[in-house]
C-alpha cells in the first residue's frame, strides 16, 4: 500500500473500504483489487459488515454499509449536506413542492436531505430511503453523466433508455412523470463536484394533478439553479 499507518489490519481494512468507493465488488474483485489473499480479504469483509461498515446488495457483493453515512453525519463535516439543506427550503418554497437530494449508493440511490412541503397532498421521502436507480429523475441524472461500462449497467431493467440519458445530458436536467411510482412527477437536476462529476441529484417531486405530465416545464428551470448553486457554493468552500 502506498500509504502505510504500520499497522497491518488497519492498512487492509481501509484497503477494503477504499476499494468499494466506486460500486460494490464481489469478493473475488475485492481480492484483485486491494492485493490481499482471499482468505483475508473475506475475513476482514464479513468483519466490517458485522459492525455495519459493509453491506450486500441484491447480487451478494460488498457494498459500503449505512454505519459510514451514520459517522459521517455525525462529524458534521459533510460540506454538502451542510450547503444543500438551505438550498433544498429555498427551492421548497419557490416551488411548493417537496425537495430532495440524492447521493448513488451502490444499485440504489439515497434520500440523504429533504425539505418537505409542509401541508397538502405531497411526495414524502424520508430521509435515509433507498430509491431503485431504474425509474424516476434522479436516477436518470445520477447515470446520464456515467462512464460507458457504468450507464449500460444501470440500464439493465431501467424505465428509462440510453437515448433519454442523452437528452438529459444535452438539455441539463431530466423529468418523469409516473415512472417510480403511479401518480407522482418529479424534476432533477446535477450537483457537481471537482472536475464536474456528478455527486448528487436535486429533485422536487409531488403530484401528477400539480406538476402535470410535463413538471419540467413548471420547475425545471429551479430545480437547475439550486443544483448549480450548490455546486458553486461546495466549489466556494473546496476553494477551487
Not at 504500520?6 to 466506486?22: N, Q, Y
Not at 469478493?27 to 468483519?47: E, W
Not at 417537496?98 to 444499485?107: E, F, K, N, T, V
Not at 436518470?140 to 438529459?168: C, N, P, S, Y
Amino acid at each position: 500500500m502506498n500509504n502505510s499507518s504500520g499497522v497491518g489490519v488497519l492498512d487492509k481494512t481501509i484497503s477494503v473500504l477504499t476499494a468499494l468507493e466506486d460500486g460494490p465488488a464481489s469478493l473475488a474483485q475485492l481480492v484483485k483489487t486491494t492485493g490481499l489473499a482471499r482468505p483475508t480479504a473475506h475475513r476482514i469483509a464479513v468483519a466490517l459488515e458485522s459492525h455495519r461498515m459493509l453491506a450486500r446488495d441484491t447480487q451478494g457483493r460488498f457494498v459500503l454499509g449505512p454505519r459510514i453515512a451514520e459517522l459521517a453525519a455525525a462529524a458534521g463535516e459533510d460540506r454538502l449536506l451542510a450547503v444543500a439543506q438551505p438550498i433544498l427550503v429555498q427551492l421548497r418554497d419557490l416551488t411548493g413542492e417537496s425537495a430532495q437530494l440524492y447521493r448513488p449508493h451502490g444499485d440504489a440511490r439515497i434520500c440523504v436531505a429533504a425539505a418537505e412541503r409542509t401541508s397538502g397532498l405531497r411526495d414524502t421521502v424520508p430521509v435515509g430511503a433507498a430509491l431503485p436507480m431504474t425509474a424516476g429523475s434522479a436516477a436518470q441524472i445520477l447515470l446520464a453523466w456515467e462512464d460507458g461500462g457504468r450507464m449500460h449497467r444501470g440500464l439493465r431493467g431501467a424505465k428509462f433508455t440510453a437515448t433519454t440519458l442523452a437528452q438529459v445530458r444535452r438539455r441539463g436536467w431530466a423529468a418523469t412523470a409516473a415512472e417510480r411510482e403511479p401518480g407522482v412527477a418529479s424534476v432533477s437536476a446535477p450537483v457537481r463536484g471537482s472536475g464536474g462529476r456528478v455527486l448528487a441529484a436535486v429533485s422536487v417531486s409531488g403530484p401528477i394533478e400539480r406538476l402535470t405530465r410535463s413538471p419540467g416545464r413548471l420547475h425545471a428551470a429551479a430545480v437547475v439553479a439550486a443544483g448549480d448553486k450548490i455546486t458553486e457554493l461546495l466549489r466556494d468552500l473546496s476553494g477551487g
